[in-house]
Nanobody, 126 residues
Framework: QLQLVESGGGLVQPGGSLRLSCAAS????????IGWFRQAPGKEREGVSC????????NYADSVKGRFTISRDNAKNTIYLQMNSLKPEDATMYYC???????????????????WGQGTQVTVSS
């Protein structure tokens, strides 16, 4: 029943910033851990970041640590991914996903997530 819609993707120059949003409808995100993933053509889906139900457990892929920040606004039923210092290798499709049975620390494993958005394209080019 939960539906997720990503937005905020676009074209930025290397070193630029972008803020992705994941808006939920149908159910409140209070009951879900949320993950951000990315997948390029011919590549496996890669976990980028995740945040627990409480917001107290957050994980990042090593490739984005120090550059990306995940957050959640339960009042707006929305999750954000702030991306700074973007690199060309960050360019791909980004997806948000919800995990209803993830109660502890969140994990960056795609099979652990049940509901997925349609994705938003991020392009990093000069």
């Amino acid at each position: 029943q939960l539906q997720l819609v990503e937005s905020g993707g676009g074209l930025v120059q290397p070193g630029g910033s972008l803020r992705l949003s994941c808006a939920a409808s149908g159910l409140t995100l209070d009951y879900y851990a949320i993950g951000w993933f990315r997948q390029a053509p011919g590549k496996e889906r890669e976990g980028v970041s995740c945040i627990s139900r409480s917001g107290r457990s957050i994980n990042y892929a090593d490739s984005v640590k120090g550059r990306f920040t995940i957050s959640r606004d339960n009042a707006k039923n929305t999750i954000y991914l702030q991306m700074n210092s973007l690199k060309p290798e960050d360019a791909t499709m980004y997806y948000c996903a919800a995990a209803p049975r993830m109660f502890g620390r969140c994990v960056l494993s795609a099979p652990s997530y049940d509901s997925w958005g349609q994705g938003t394209q991020v392009t990093v080019s000069s």
